[in-house]
């Protein structure tokens, strides 16, 4: 996908019937200012009956009606054509963006990012369903109109070919001119809508710093800004179609005095010939004139196609997955961390030389200060981000190896700020199921997941809408949904980044014991915080800026790794054991 036109072209079947609409149009254009003329001429000329007049009546209707069947097909046709058009482009973009979901969302706002780009897809709509097939009508209709013009009366011909060129020259000269205006416009409605959304996520900060006040003069100026440019943009807009209609008014005139000339004055035309060019040449105009406003809307739309054009071309060098698939229906993998190594950007944080062998059914404690990289690293092993050197065996062969959905399926991972998505509690621990789950699962994961209580206690129950548009989780029970879900998938490798904040001693006990039953049927990998999980472990990994610096059983640790001891003792005061 490059350009809009490339596009347009490359849906030949719908250009065909655009082109034989247009065509079928102007015939009926010609056919009715034909129809009109001749039972005008008869009856009031030639003084003929209505019976005589009938055929011509019956003529007119025929073809009004054609023409109005047409302008609707013609609509339709635009409508479908740009559909299927901005389907294409909505999965292009879905394509993209799922296929590197942790890349785009690591760099933050992938949400807003996605709804931005599927808003852009949108505005290309008008280029589809009303540029393209107003260009095919006006640069089809009135060359027929000008033979049909020419065939009558010569003179009316040369008139209509040397006005005509006015409109799309003069179109040009203000096109260009409000090029730039609009630009502008553009740029203080996205500097306006940018200060808003600002402001409006930060409500609450800017509250408890006092600035909201001041808040409230930024975007009073931003919006009146605004304000003005698209007043100077109408200003523009309305002078240039006033000009417009006075050039085509103007050809309209001389070509009703040279016919009237002829008419009456010189007696060379027939009133028959008069009248049909003089209503003939109305319709020329309009369908120039309509390209314009037509092409206004069409070049909207090219700004909106290159924002997406754009951002489907960055490259976000996407992870690529093989199609191995584990041998036999067995426990957990054998992981294998070797030689790993990670670094965000050029020049940011490096993960660096990690090797690692976690048997099956290992329990693995992540821990080191914040920012030591326990997060990446733990991205790292779920296969969310690739890693710069070395790489994760699982089973003993490269992680990537195997096929995405093969890994997925054998994987929970419990970030520190998992996904809601917006639905109501039970559908978003249902996605965690393979197969379709039964309330009574869902019920149960949540019991499992320490998280039962409090749905319980909300009074639309498993019902109760969250995510986008519903109600808010905290931190905490996001990661316990999480964990719901992590239940119902019964996975062979858990990787659970575990809240940083103290839970409640009810809550407490419930995780601990559902982590121990986990367990047993897979391998558990965790960025512990609480002494407890970091005891349980079965080994230890001591991390400090992005490097490993001890490896154990907590036992081992404590006798020697002074870094250790120093850490647990304070853990040991910030939480119960
Ligand atoms: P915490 O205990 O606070 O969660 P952590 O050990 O999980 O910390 P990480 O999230 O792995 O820490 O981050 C390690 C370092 O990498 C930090 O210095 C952080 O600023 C940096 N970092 C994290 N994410 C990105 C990113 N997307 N781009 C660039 N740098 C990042
Ligand atoms: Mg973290």
């Known amino acids: ?219 009073e100026n931003s919006s009146l800004s605004f304000r003005d440019a698209t007043m100077e943009v109408l200003r523009i807009a309305f002078l240039s179609s006033l000009m417009l209609e006075f050039i085509s008014m103007l050809a309209i005139g001389l070509i009703a005095l040279e016919v009237g000339l002829q008419l009456v004055v010189f007696e060379n035309v027939t009133f028959f010939t008069a009248f049909f060019v003089l209503v003939l040449a109305p319709e020329f105009y309009l369908y120039l004139k309509e390209l314009g406003s037509a092409f206004h809307t069409g070049r909207g739309s090219m700004g909106a196609a290159k924002k997406v054009t754009d951002e489907l071309a960055e490259e976000e060098n996407p992870i690529e997955w093989g199609d191995a698939s584990f041998q036999k229906v067995h426990g957990p993998p054998a992981l294998q961390l070797n030689n790993l190594g990670f670094r965000y950007g050029d020049q940011g944080f490096t993960i660096e030389n990690i090797s690692v062998d976690i048997p099956p059914y290992t329990q693995l404690a992540l821990i080191g200060r914040s920012g030591a990289g326990k997060s990446t690293l733990l991205n790292l092993m779920a296969g969310l981000i690739r890693p710069s050197e070395g790489e994760v065996l699982v089973d003993g062969k490269p992680l990537y190896e195997y096929e995405e959905k093969t890994w997925f399926d054998q994987v929970s991972y419990i970030s520190q700020n998992p996904y809601l998505f917006s639905g109501t509690i039970a559908d978003n621990i249902a996605i965690g199921g393979k197969a379709e789950a039964t309330q009574e699962e869902i019920r149960d994961a949540a019991e499992k997941a320490g998280i039962l209580s409090l749905i319980e206690s909300l009074p639309e129950g498993f019902e109760t809408k969250i995510g986008e548009g519903g109600r808010g989780l905290s931190g905490g029970e996001k990661q316990r949904l999480a964990l719901a879900r992590a239940f119902l998938k019964k996975p062979s490798v858990i990787l659970f980044d575990e809240p940083t904040t103290g839970l409640d001693l009810q809550t407490e006990r419930i995780l601990q014991a559902s982590m121990k039953e986990l367990a047993k049927t897979s391998t558990v990998i965790t960025v512990a915080h609480r002494l407890h999980t970091i005891k349980q472990a079965d080994t230890i990994l001591l991390l400090d800026s992005g490097r490993l610096v001890a490896q154990g059983k907590h036992d081992e640790l404590v006798e020697a790794v002074p870094a250790y001891r120093e850490m647990v003792s304070v853990q040991q005061g910030g939480s119960a054991g």
């Open 1 to 219: 996908m490059t350009d809009l036109k490339t596009i347009a072209k490359s849906h030949r079947g719908t250009r065909v019937t655009l082109i034989l609409i247009a065509i079928l149009t102007g015939a009926t254009v010609i056919g009715q200012a034909y129809f009109f003329v001749t039972i005008v001429d008869r009856v009031f000329l030639r003084g003929h009956t209505f019976q005589e007049i009938l055929p011509f009546l019956g003529g007119l209707l025929v073809v009004l009606a054609a023409r109005a069947a047409l302008t609707y097909w013609s609509g339709i046709t635009g409508v479908k054509l740009a559909a299927k058009v901005k389907r294409d482009f909505r999965i292009a973009l879905l394509q993209k963006f799922s296929n590197s979901p942790v890349q785009a969302s690591l760099k933050g706002q992938s949400g807003q990012k996605v709804s931005v780009m599927m808003d852009a897809v949108d505005e290309i709509d008008p280029y589809f369903s009303r540029y393209v097939p107003q260009v095919m009508q006006s640069s089809i209709i009135p060359i027929m109109i000008l033979i049909a013009a020419f065939s009558q009366h010569v003179n009316t011909g040369l008139i209509i070919l040397i006005t005509a060129p006015f409109i799309p020259i003069f179109m040009i000269v203000v096109g260009l001119k409000t090029k730039k205006k609009s630009e502008e416009q553009m740029d203080k409605l996205n500097a306006f809508s940018g200060t808003f959304l600002d402001t409006l996520q930060g409500l609450t900060t800017l509250k408890l710093f006092g600035r909201s006040a001041k808040q409230q003069k930024t975007i």
